[in-house]
């Protein structure tokens, strides 16, 4: 499983996956729990809410794995020209 994250373009794009995921779990936990609240019986209700915890946690795992991905290719390319 580490040897995933070894290369920075894979991380990359597992990132760009957990910032879109994240965004969407966001908006559509939003429009549930505040929008469509009175159409959903309490486990859904319960869901949705949870939406709007687990979309911001995978917005923020992927922007730091963004950041990490985007370093090790910075490095990798002062390597290579330096």
Do not use: C
């Not at 965004?23 to 936990?29: C, F, N, W």
């Not at 929008?35 to 687990?54: K, R, S, V």
């Amino acid at each position: 499983m580490y040897v995933f994250f070894e290369s920075p373009h894979r991380v990359l794009k597992l990132s760009h996956l957990l910032l879109i995921g994240g965004l969407v779990m966001l908006i559509t936990g939003i429009f549930l729990a505040y929008g469509f609240d009175a159409y959903l019986n309490l486990p859904q209700l319960i869901g949705a809410h949870a939406l709007t915890i687990l979309g911001p946690t995978a917005i923020k795992l992927g922007y730091v794995m963004r950041l990490l991905a985007f370093n090790r290719l910075r490095l990798d390319q002062s390597v290579a020209t330096g």
